[in-house]
């Protein structure tokens, strides 16, 4: 019997889009239909700490980018009983728009993020509007200035951060996404953030179009395997079937936030 403190792991939704099968799959999808994307941050609790994982993206960047805003992120959080005013750590899986818009409303947090994933965000692929099309150069610059601040803690691939908890670089989506592995009383559970944005990326083999190496992307997916404790442990970043596939954490987040273990 393991005596880690286990986390209590939930997943917040805050905006959803109405998007086709064929445009979540390098090479479309033969069966193409109405495929939504739903979009999440993350919270892992346990009796002695709180982890927030992303901070997703506010009512101005739903409108800027077109996507529909169910409500901020931090009130979802707000109903589990965490004030993000009073978050002291927060995972940044990567830094993508929809994963560091709010990270102005986390003011006593420390982000931790890969040395790999700033640099990109920041190198010479940031010149091709391809890959550059995920980022905002002003959020960007504002991590830039919690760097200068003191408040940013780089990691180098994987990392353990707690016995509980730990960090893995996986890449392939960007040059630095990361994974979240949590001790949960269900065993291990990974947070695979953007590394399978739905189980059919992973499960399928069928990688999602917004990728910088889809080699690293496919080894990825069988490290988070590796990682976490059975294959519904592993937690995809934007699938809507993650609020259908598990109970909700309170008779008030019915639709808004679910408890994954």
């Not at 016995?163 to 990361?178: D, Y």
Request: hydrophobic share 40%.
């Amino acid at each position: 019997m393991s005596r880690l403190e286990p986390y209590s792991v939930y997943a917040i939704r805050y905006a959803t889009l109405h998007k086709r099968a064929s445009e979540n799959f390098v090479g479309g999808d033969p069966h193409d239909g109405p495929m939504p994307m739903d979009y999440f941050v993350w919270a892992a609790v346990s009796k002695s700490k709180t982890w927030i994982i992303d901070t997703g993206f506010n009512a101005a960047m739903a409108r800027q980018r077109k996507r529909e805003f169910l409500r901020c992120p931090t009130e979802g959080l707000k109903l589990l009983g965490i004030d993000a005013k009073k978050v002291e750590d927060l995972i940044v899986t990567h830094l993508h728009y929809d994963h560091i818009g709010n990270f102005d409303l986390f003011p006593n947090a420390r982000f931790h993020l890969q040395d790999s994933e700033l640099a990109y965000a920041t190198g010479r692929h940031m010149s091709n509007a391809f890959l550059a099309g995920a980022y905002e150069v002003e959020e960007v610059v504002g991590i830039v200035r919690k760097v200068y601040a003191g408040r940013v803690e780089f990691h180098d691939g994987d990392v353990q951060l707690a016995p509980n908890l730990s960090l893995h670089h996986i890449g392939g989506h960007t040059q630095g996404l990361q994974a979240v592995r949590l001790w949960t009383k269900k065993g291990w559970l990974v947070l695979a953030s953007d590394a399978s944005h739905y189980y059919a990326n992973m499960n399928e083999g069928r990688p999602f179009p917004v990728v910088l190496d889809i080699g690293q992307m496919v080894d990825g997916w069988k490290k988070l395997q590796m990682l976490a404790d059975a294959p519904e442990l592993v937690i995809p970043g934007h699938d809507p079937a993650v609020m259908k596939n598990f109970p909700a954490a309170s008779s008030k987040t019915k639709g808004i936030a679910v408890r994954l273990a």
